[in-house]
Structure formats: C-alpha cells, structure tokens
C-alpha cells in the first residue's frame, strides 16, 4: 500500500516513531488530540541510549544545549548521606544523565519531523478503527468535529497508559496501582545543593526527591502523608514546602511553581505488543514508577526498535515474520524496568516502617563495589539491554566452523560499542558515525594477523552481498590497522576504516578474520569467525527479501 503508516500519539514515543519511519523513507501520518504540546516538564531523564538515538537522529545538540547534565546521585537516611553514585563511572560518549522538560525534547523531535515534510495533526481523535486482510480502517475525528475515515496499512498506537487503542483491541494491561499518592512540583528553590546532582532523602515522615532541570529550577516528588486532603486536585506551594522542610534542609526555600499536581504509580505491561496490524510502543504498552526515569527513554527505543523493521516490510524488502521481533525483543526489557523500579520503589516506601537492624542492612545493600556500581550504572542508563534471546540476533552455527573463536566483543543483541580514533579517507571518525543513517552495517576484519587470502575472501563476500536480498541495505566496511596491510583493489576505495590504535580490534575481539553485522538500531545482528560468506548470506536471507 502506498496510503501512510497512522501513528496515534505526539508524545515523544510516537515523535520518535514517525522520524524514524519517514528517515526510511515510509510514508507516515501522526495525530494527536491536544491542541498544542503539554508545557509541564512532566518526564525529565534522558539516559545515555536515549541520547546516542538523538545523536542518530540528528537532534542530540540541540537537546545537550538546552539540557541540564547530572554526573552524581546522593541518598540521605534522616538527614545523613549513606551513599554517593557517580556518572564517573559510565563509558561512551554521554557519560551523564541530562535532565530536560519533556517538552522541550517533544518540540525538537516535532521540528525534525517537520523537515521530513510531516505535520503532526492535532485535536484529532481516533474514535474506532476496523480491521481488514491488507489494511486497517481508522476513523478519526479533526478539529472541525467532523469524523473521517482512512485507511492505514499498520495502526501504531503510541498514545499513552490510557490508550484508545489498546481498549479498542481488548488487549489486556494487568497490573497493580502503588497504594501511595505523590506530589510532583517544578520549581524554583534557593538551595545549597549541587545542581549537578540528584538527591533522595529517606525519614521516618516520608520520602522526598530532588532532580536538577536547567536554568536552576527543581523537580521535586514525594510521597503525601497518609492524612492529607484527598479531595484537593493539586498540593499548595506551602505544603510543598512544609514536606522538605520536614524531610530534607530546613534551610531550602522555594517559590515560582509551575507545575504542582498529585499522581499515582502503577506497575503494568500489556500482554501483547501487537494484534495483526496494530502495534503498541511507549507508555500504552508499559506503566511503571518513575524511580530511575525509564519510562520515556524505554517508550523511544520501543519506536527506534520497531521503526526500521516495519520500514523493511513496508517496501517489501522482509518478510512479515521480522515484526514478530518487535515483541520478543522489547517486551523483556519493559517487563524488567516494571520488576526493577517496583522493587526499588518499595524498598524506599518501607523505610520508614523498618528496624534499626533493617536500615542497616538497607545502608549496606546500597553500598557495593566500583564494578558493581558500573554495572548497574549501565543498567540504569540503558546500556545493556540485551536482545540475546531474538531469534534474529545470532552467530555463526557450529556445524560450520566447531565452536566460535570470539574471545571478546560485543555478542549478538548486544550494543555495539564505539571506538576511536579511527579513519576514513584520512579523515578522524568514530564509530557511532559511521552507524549513522538507516542502513545496516558490515564491518569485515581481515583480522591483526591477516593473510592476502583474508583480503580476497573478504573482497568476494562484499561482492556477493550485491547479488542478494541485501543489496541496497547494506553499508559494507573493511577495517584495517595500517594503511600497508591493505592491497591494491578498486573494490575496496572508500571503504577502508583504518584503525591505527587498534581500538576497535579490541574491543569487537578481532584478532582474526571475522565480520560483524550491526543493525540500524545499533545492535548486533549477526557476527561470524572466520567470516563465511555462505553463513552470511543464510543469516540475511532470513531478514531481508529480495
């Protein structure tokens, strides 16, 4: 069908999605049934992943420039910090957490998307849709309050917890709501905290948060006392200001509210991230508590995931089998952050009914090791996500070649890693440039203790790529230590990335011949060594179409 994609929801999952589709060159209509952005800051964690996306995108500077960056977490037990984190501690190129207004990131993602020559249509409503063998009928309602229908290919529903869609298809979202009710304020506060950090104060009255946003204001969460009026619809500045006196600095001071409103947590993932020709991505596929800000970063990569697999079906370039992938892949990873955040949310919640013996214990637990705290500091910017377990991610079968011979490197569904300094054409590059655009990518290592027969078979196998399926998907890359070890071979001009220091030898474990594939979300499809063109091509003839 040549009729656009319908993604329901401006948010910044649903922005995402419709970038990412119309940078694959997939025609693609949004709508959304506010009149305007929301202005409250709402969401205001970007993690590290999230940001190598916009990097991806084209957007990245523009949202460092007005954002706020935070390179430390300090936690308190009644007025004594027992636990100090770093961003420190963090690898890449955004080692920090950079706090911005939802927004704000919503109107950069709305301005790229409008140099794709889309509009995002707004106070427009999906009302009802049905489905058809090919298609499905959408019926929306504009501004005029006039009800139209269209047709849609693939309905993506990226329109929040409440979801109409997801309603609409009946597709259940079990789960729990917190019994605990929180006061969310944007403010201003005179204050000697660290505007580089975050902080969180556990008392025997409650729990308070404290997250840095630019231009010197606060977000500030905490949970209300169990007596508070529950008829009011948004807590006074005064209270506010009554909760940290109580349970942080009775010296802080704060004024100029933009935002004051109470919210509750609830814990709960759809059972199903797709029905036919409808998909789920964002918040109406996964609901959970805002400990560690995953919500919105896990929304956009659910879209960067879904995006480029939809892309190739849509121009008839994979079979409809690659979407099944989409859940496979991105559903462990919500149900995770739902798991995580309940357990460290109550964790917090309990503090103050626990024994001396328990907060002890509690101090303890908090506290680990440099290489822990590294893990887990991966962890929460969403660096490590994994999609091992995908049936497209996978590496060369044993009945090739015996057991692989990777001794290191980056393992199919794993991130790939950067590495510089490299060059291309004698210019300095990255890797995450080179990853750059919509395409996958082939990275060939003849390997540090090369032969010219690495080379020839190298050279044949970017050649063979021209007469599959793959050909036209693929940016094809050799990857050489110095510029004498590579022969003479019109096949090879400008695509030789050498690589002087030997860092991306290190850290991919190329130590022989071998190859990697990356996708175009930056994950490891398939990897091989040695690199055999026949596994190649039977791994790619299971992605793409001809």
């Given at each position: 069908m040549t009729a656009p994609i319908l993604v329901v929801g401006a948010g910044t999952t649903g922005l995402t999605m419709a970038c990412e589709l119309s940078r694959h060159g997939v025609p693609v209509r949004i709508i959304d049934k506010l009149a305007s952005i929301n202005p409250h800051c709402r969401a205001t964690t970007r993690h590290a992943r999230t940001l190598e996306i916009f990097y991806d995108l084209g957007i990245v500077e523009e949202i460092l420039a007005q954002g706020n960056k935070v390179l430390g977490t300090s936690q308190f037990a009644n007025g004594e910090r027992f636990m100090h984190s770093s961003a420190a501690e963090l690898e890449?190129?955004?080692?920090?957490?950079?706090?911005?207004?939802?927004?704000?990131?919503?109107?950069?993602?709305?301005?790229?998307?409008?140099?794709?020559?889309?509009?995002?249509?707004?106070?427009?409503?999906?009302?009802a849709i049905s489905e058809r063998p090919e298609s499905i009928a959408a019926t929306i309602c504009g501004p005029d309050g006039a009800e139209r229908v269209v047709e849609t290919p693939w309905l993506i529903g990226c329109d929040g917890a409440h979801s109409r869609i997801r309603h609409l298809n009946h597709i259940h979202f079990p789960g729990e709501e917190d019994p605990h009710q929180y006061l969310i304020a944007d403010i201003l506060m005179e204050t000697a905290f660290e505007h580089d950090e975050m902080y969180s104060f556990l008392t025997d009255q409650g729990i308070v948060f404290f997250f840095p946003l630019p231009n010197q204001r606060w977000l500030v969460v905490a949970d209300v006392p169990a007596d508070h009026d529950g008829t009011k619809e948004q807590p006074t500045l005064q209270e506010v200001q009554t909760i940290i006196t109580q349970r942080a600095r009775d010296s802080v001071r704060i004024s100029d509210p933009r935002w004051l409103s109470y919210f509750r947590i609830n814990y709960r993932a759809a059972r199903h991230y797709r029905h036919n020709r409808i998909f789920l991505a964002g918040d109406a596929s996964h609901i959970h508590s805002l400990i560690g800000g995953q919500g919105m970063n896990t929304g956009i990569q659910d879209a960067y995931n879904l995006a480029w697999k939809l892309a190739l079906v849509s121009h008839g370039r994979a079979p409809f089998g690659l979407l099944d992938s989409y859940e496979k892949e991105r559903r462990p990873v919500a149900e995770d952050v739902v798991k995580t955040t309940r357990i460290l949310t109550e964790r917090l919640e309990a503090f103050s009914n626990l024994s001396s013996q328990q907060r002890q214990r509690l101090y303890i637990d908090v506290v680990v090791p440099p290489e822990v705290a590294k893990r887990l500091a991966r962890h929460n910017e969403q660096l490590d996500l994994n999609y091992s377990k995908s049936p497209i991610c996978c590496q060369q079968e044993a009945s090739h070649f015996g057991k692989t011979r990777f001794s290191s490197g980056p393992r199919p569904g794993e991130e790939a890693l950067d590495a510089a300094p490299l060059l291309r054409d004698q210019h300095p590059i990255t890797l995450f440039e080179l990853l750059r655009g919509t395409k996958h990518t082939l990275l060939l290592f003849p390997g540090a203790y090369h032969t010219a027969n690495s080379w020839h078979r190298l050279s044949e196998l970017a050649k063979s790529v021209q007469s599959t399926a793959a050909d036209g998907l693929i940016n094809i890359f050799f990857v050489a230590v110095e510029p004498a070890s590579v022969p003479p071979n019109p096949h090879l001009s400008g695509r030789v990335i050498l690589d002087p220091e030997r860092s991306l030898h290190y850290r991919y474990g190329a130590e022989s011949e071998c190859l990697y594939l990356i996708r175009p979300d930056g994950y490891i499809g398939y990897r091989s060594e040695p690199a055999t063109a026949s596994a190649f091509h039977d791994y790619t003839g299971r992605i793409f179409l001809s």
């Open positions: 890449g190129p955004y080692p920090f957490t950079l706090m911005l207004e939802q927004c704000k990131t919503e109107a950069a993602l709305e301005a790229l998307l409008r140099t794709l020559g889309v509009e995002v249509e707004r106070q427009t409503e999906l009302i």
